[in-house]
């Protein structure tokens, strides 16, 4: 189950993150999903409830980026690197994440974008 | 520190402003809207017409300085005459009358050579050269350069919605461009080739992205505008010409990209 967490179409739904390797960075569009849940049920000997607990998941969410572009740069687009963390404004719930997947980068003329997926930072 | 878009004073305005000319640019290119360069019509680019200025390397095409010879041709290419002359209407069909196209292909040059005042810049250059040994460097207000300005803007709103591409294309394919976008319209619109031919650039262009965007719902929107001011901010703070403070307190031009004077 997931839903937007903040999108009002024309771009100011995101924010600029401050990456710890690829320094800022433009987040688009930041779809936070909601912690999966793992439900643990136990049931009698006919099959009806007996016991159940719910434990929560890690969070992730997903994010469109728009990479820097220098062309005085070496290299020219800075990519994000698998790792990176990354703390979201306050306006975007304040917490910490990490990456833990780059999708492919897409190009048009000198602006590139990439999918990027994350996780809470717990610890 | 991170800080949220819609805390950078000016950028929501800016932003709705650039969402308000990319919705016009997108509905004249749909409309077919011609427009006026250099004293002369132009109607909005199609394949054909594109194809026909990147056999001939028109310098427009990648932004780059055209000499006037180019950019009068440039001008011949997209002109309601010429196109007129490719679809043979009324009398032009007669072969007999096919020297007027020559004629007034030449008349039209030298339309656009009066238009632009190259005699006079000429001369300037003339005089340039005789005293400096450096470049000579066209004048800002020269109406050589404000057409060139102005036709760069015509290039950059037809390419608005090229669609995007990976990074790190292997260009083992082989194909031509023109079998890519011809095979991607016809497996989904089933159109004729001859009607691919005379379809506008932005439209082309609109279709094939939203035909991907279809496809593919992991390819991102770009938007060349909207893209622009994020770079330049990303850019204006790598380069820290300003802090995320002079951004939220509207200390910053985000179109000159920089601190304001005041």
């Known amino acids: ?39 643990i049920n136990q049931p009698d000997q006919f099959g009806g409830p007996l016991k159940a607990a719910g434990v929560a998941g890690f969070k992730t969410t997903s994010a469109l980026v728009q990479l820097p572009f220098d062309p005085t740069g070496n290299p020219p687009v800075t990519e994000i690197q698998l790792g990176e963390l990354v703390t979201a404004p306050d306006t975007h719930g304040g917490e910490t994440w990490f990456v833990f997947a780059v ?21 | 520190m991170s800080i949220a878009l819609r805390d950078i004073a000016g950028l929501t305005e800016l932003l709705e402003q650039t969402r308000e000319v990319e919705t016009e640019t997108r509905e004249d290119a749909w ?39 180019q ?57 340039w050269r005789a005293k400096s040994k450096l470049t000579f460097a066209l004048p800002d207000d020269a109406p050589f350069t404000l057409a060139i300005k102005e036709a760069f803007k015509y290039v950059d709103e037809l390419f608005l919605d090229r669609p995007p591409g990976l990074k790190k294309e292997t260009g083992k394919s082989g194909l031509c461009y023109l079998t890519s976008w011809v095979d991607m319209l016809q497996s989904e619109y089933h159109l004729p080739t001859a009607e691919i031919w005379e379809m506008n650039i932005p439209v082309l262009f609109a279709r094939l992205k939203a035909i991907q965007m279809r496809h593919n719902a992991k390819v991102p929107d770009f938007n060349v505008d909207r893209d622009k001011i994020l770079q330049n901010i990303m850019l204006g703070l790598k380069r820290k010409l300003y802090t995320e403070e002079d951004l939220k307190s509207g200390r910053v031009d985000l179109v000159a990209n920089r601190l304001r004077n005041n």
């Open chain 2, 71 to 127: 950019f009068s041709f440039f001008l011949w290419v997209l002109s309601p005459e010429i196109q007129r002359w490719n679809e043979k209407q009324g009398w032009r069909k007669w072969r007999a009358l096919s020297w007027i196209e020559k004629w007034q292909a030449k008349r039209h040059g030298q339309k656009v050579r009066r238009a632009l005042k190259l005699d006079e810049l000429e001369a300037q250059e003339a005089q």
């Open chain 1, 103 to 123: 999708g492919e980068t897409f190009q048009v003329g000198d602006y590139f974008k990439a999918n990027l997926s994350l996780q809470k930072k717990y610890n």
């Open chain 2, 31 to 69: 409309l077919g809207i011609t427009r006026v360069i250099a004293g002369q019509r132009v109607r909005v680019m199609t394949v054909q017409d594109y194809t026909a200025l990147l056999q001939f390397s028109s310098p427009l095409l990648n932004r780059r300085l055209p000499s006037p010879e």
């Open chain 1, 1 to 39: 189950m997931s839903a937007p967490y903040y999108n009002e179409g024309v771009g100011q739904g995101g924010f600029i993150g401050s990456f710890s390797a690829s320094g800022n960075v433009v987040v688009e569009s930041w779809g936070k999903e909601i912690p999966s849940s793992h439900l």
